[in-house]
Each structure stands twice: as C-alpha cells, then as structure tokens.
Nanobody, 120 residues
C-alpha cells in the first residue's frame, strides 16, 4: 500500500505565501517524477509544477516566478512554496508521484487534496 498525504493548505490574503507538503509512505522502492496539480471549481485539473528525481523542474506559465517546487528524496516528500498568491490561485491542490513499489508495480498515485483559498 502506498499513500500520499498533503498538508499546508489554508486561507491567505492576496500577496501572501503558503508552503504545501506531500509525504509518500508505504511499500515504496523508488519514487520517480513528483508533481502538483490544482482544480478550481468548475474547471479541469491542471498541472502546476513537476520535479523529476534528478533534473529540471517544470512550471505552468501562470505560476512561473511565484511558485517553487522542491523535494526531499530521503523523506519521500515534495513541497510547493507559493509566493505572491492571487485570488485565481484558489483551488484544491493535489500532489502526485510515480512510484515503484514492493509488489513490483510502477504507477502514479494521488493525494487527497488540500484547499488553498486566496481572498481578502
């Protein structure tokens, strides 16, 4: 069993900051790509940022220069530092990870989501 658990969401004023965390646990052999997605009400889920195990990160144009994705491979955790937040960043944020587990399967897992609300 593999589980992803997000934390760090909440209510913040425009221009503020939040840091999201997502920890993977369970029968993990290796974690490959990790990422953050978001889904606003009435909209499709969209990519926010991705980070490979080693290599170059990638960001949606709408968050470049404001958000930073990072990871701690020793702790199986991915982070999303969000600065200069805007009301349009309001959404449920989901982490995902491509994981090779002890049952010898390699697949993508998703967290349960954490709400981020940017409002004055």
């Amino acid at each position: 069993q593999v589980q992803l658990v997000e934390s760090g969401g909440g209510l913040v004023q425009p221009g503020g900051s939040l840091r999201l965390s997502c920890a993977a646990s369970g029968t993990i052999l290796r974690i490959y790509d990790m990422g953050w997605y978001r889904q606003a009400p009435g909209k499709q889920r969209e990519l926010v940022a991705t980070i490979p195990r080693a290599g170059t990160t990638d960001y949606a144009d709408s968050v470049k220069g404001r958000f930073t994705i990072s990871r701690d491979n020793a702790k199986n955790t991915v982070f999303l530092q969000m600065n200069s937040l805007k009301p349009e960043d309001t959404a449920v944020y989901y982490c995902n990870a491509e994981i090779w587990s002890y049952d010898n399967t390699r697949r993508t897992y998703w967290g349960q989501g954490t709400q981020v609300t940017v409002s004055s």
